[in-house]
């Protein structure tokens, strides 16, 4: 079970869903515009058509100290 949160400037919605993927937060925004906060999880990919999609800056961090 995933729980997604989604913030706006007056209102904050969840959502439970059995899926991380990126058809969940799609369905959920509809046609609406903005920006998209989430990691680098390929299934968020779909997300990148909404508008701007930025990534979480943990993940290329971890990923850079672990080159050998």
């Not at 949160?5 to 439970?16: C, I």
């Not at 509809?30 to 680098?40: M, T």
Request: one cysteine or more; a positive charge.
């Amino acid at each position: 079970m995933f729980i997604w949160a989604f913030v706006g400037r007056s209102l904050t919605g969840y959502k439970l869903a059995l899926s991380r993927g990126g058809d969940v937060p799609v369905s959920v925004l509809g046609d609406s515009s903005g920006a998209v906060l989430c990691d680098d999880y390929r299934g968020y990919d779909p997300l990148a058509k909404k508008g701007a999609r930025f990534r979480c800056s943990t993940h290329p961090v971890r990923k850079r100290r672990q080159l050998p």
